[in-house]
């Protein structure tokens, strides 16, 4: 099992970009989350999946879109980048929602 | 709404004393508890939950915590710390009735430990 992959592992975009971080997890979880991690604030949930074609917001979801069109994919996508959105992005999955979570090794964003 | 403090931003401890990283939680209903763990430049780890049952949960690497109800808290400890525990921490809580999907993370504590 590769677990939970993240990919790019770094990335600097220019204010006003597009991008996709991409995440992939092959343990067949329903349930997939991303997360963003800045310094003092801990851990921040943007957008939440509990299974393929089902999404909803968390608790800082402006910016971001996500889509689940399969079990494994959870992409997260960032539409026009602001220097806000500079900080470290994590994907996690569990088997349901209230399962403990596998986290992958995360995307270090800049934008300038 | 549900809500997690990890009152202390960092901790010191001397390797082979007893270490607690605390952690209080807000939630209309019940709660299930989580701790991870994080190390530089990594994606954070499961150590232990709290779901129901025996208040005192045993975890990864010889954590444990213990769920007090009337206190709200759960806080992380073990007996004898290690060099290698120095890492990041969070306390995680999900609200079972009222949180629906979601997993609300404390801000971390950073525990150095300590030769």
């Known amino acids: 099992n590769a677990g939970v992959t993240q990919t790019p592992k770094f990335q600097v975009l220019k204010t006003g970009q597009s991008m996709t971080l991409q995440c992939a997890q092959d343990m067949n979880h329903e349930y997939m989350s991303w997360y963003r991690q800045d310094p003092g604030m801990g851990l921040r949930l943007i957008h939440y999946?509990?299974?393929?074609?089902?999404?909803d917001q968390g608790e800082v979801p402006n910016g971001y879109n996500v889509s689940r069109s399969t079990t494994e994919d959870f992409p997260l996508r960032l539409l026009s980048a602001a220097p806000s959105q500079t900080s470290v992005y994590f994907c996690?999955?569990?088997?349901?929602?209230?399962?403990?979570?596998?986290f992958g090794p995360g995307t270090r964003l800049t934008v300038l | 709404a549900q809500s997690v403090a990890q009152p202390e931003d960092q901790v010191n401890v001397a390797e082979g004393n007893p270490l607690t990283v605390k952690c209080t939680y807000s939630v209309s209903g019940n709660p299930y508890l989580f701790w991870y763990v994080q190390y530089p430049n990594r994606g954070l780890q499961f150590l232990l939950k709290?779901?129901?049952?025996?208040?005192l949960v045993k975890g990864s690497y010889g954590f444990e915590a213990e769920f007090n109800k009337s206190q709200t808290s759960f806080h992380l400890k073990k007996p004898s710390a290690l060099v290698s525990d120095s890492a990041l921490y969070f306390c995680a809580v999900r609200d079972i009735t009222g949180g629906g999907n979601k997993l609300t993370f404390g801000t971390g504590t950073q525990l150095k430990v300590e030769l």
């Open positions: 999946s509990v299974g393929a074609g089902i999404t």
């Open positions: 709290y779901i129901t049952g025996d208040n």
């Open positions: 996690a999955s569990s088997y349901r929602a209230y399962n403990e979570q596998f």
